[in-house]
């Protein structure tokens, strides 16, 4: 039973992780900072343990700390973590930025949930939707191996399918492609998307069209639209007049350039301001 500790048990991401860990095959130990963090471990079933204790002895250790955090949490603990373990990292922020301690006598490893895709309607328990991931719905990951040898890469994976479980597959990529997956395209593009799409369902509210005719009428045809794009309808296609107005709103809403946030040099910049 391999000994694993979990960094930021009390957060958002650490309570789902919490969740899926502690009955699961490995002896976990829970560490958390805040009183409120602490409390919610607690509400787990679950203690918190000594740092001290914990990470020396852990086969692996779980970074789930917020981005901006990230590189003081890795930079305290990495060098406390015993020859031969594996650090696991939840995306790769820390890892790009340069914010990991060099440490060639351990492993590194990252792993990320892709969340259940909007294509899957999921029967969840409590009469409520997983959206998330990690209860009830399932989903992919995606892992990378940082550092570290073909053994300690299916160390990780079997953890990271284990804490986001229920998990149909895994995705094996590199450190780089997960950078270019979060934050560009998940984040930086798709996130300010869906915060302009709500901007723009706001507006057409404002204007006196019933909210709840706003709301079905552009929630439905965004459906429509995805399932159109990403193959969901084979032979499926935009009317004529859909694919002028594409063009219309093209050239009315994107720059030029908006392609190049997936180039290196930007995928470095915005790792860089997030953390």
């Not at 500790?5 to 969740?19: C, F, P, S």
């Not at 399932?138 to 479980?165: K, P």
């Not at 965004?222 to 084979?234: S, V």
Request: glycine residues 8%; negative net charge; contains cysteine.
């Amino acid at each position: 039973m391999e000994r694993v500790t979990l960094i930021g048990a009390g957060g958002k991401m650490g309570v789902r992780l919490t969740r899926n860990l502690k009955g699961s095959d490995y002896q976990m130990s829970y560490l958390e900072v805040s009183d409120e963090g602490k409390a919610r471990v607690r509400e787990n079933g679950v203690d918190v343990s000594d740092a001290e204790e914990v990470i020396p002895a852990a086969d692996m250790v779980i970074y789930a700390v917020p981005d901006i955090y990230i590189g003081k949490v890795s930079q305290l603990y990495v060098p406390k973590m015993k020859s031969g373990a594996l650090a696991v990292f939840l995306d790769p922020a820390a890892p790009l930025s340069g914010a990991l301690p060099e440490r060639s006598d351990i492993a590194y490893f990252a792993s990320h949930p892709s969340h259940p895709s909007v294509f899957n309607w999921e029967s969840a328990e409590d009469q409520h939707y997983d959206y998330f991931g990690g209860i009830a719905a399932r989903q992919t990951i995606v892992c990378a191996l940082i550092s570290g040898e073909e053994e300690d890469y299916q160390r990780g994976e079997e953890l990271a399918i284990t804490m986001y479980s229920p998990v149909t597959k895994s995705h094996r990529i590199t450190i780089q492609q997960m950078g270019i997956l979060e934050p560009a395209l998940s984040e930086t593009f798709a996130a300010a998307m869906v915060t302009k799409m709500k901007e723009a369902v706001d507006i057409v509210v404002s204007k006196g069209v019933p909210k709840q005719a706003v709301y079905d009428f552009f929630l439905g045809h965004i459906n429509i639209e995805l399932a159109l794009l990403f193959g969901q309808l084979p032979g499926g296609q935009f009317s004529d007049a859909a694919l002028k107005a594409i063009k219309i709103g093209d050239k009315l809403i994107f720059k030029e350039d908006w392609k190049q946030i997936f180039e290196d040099e930007s995928v470095a910049q915005q790792i860089k301001e997030i953390t």
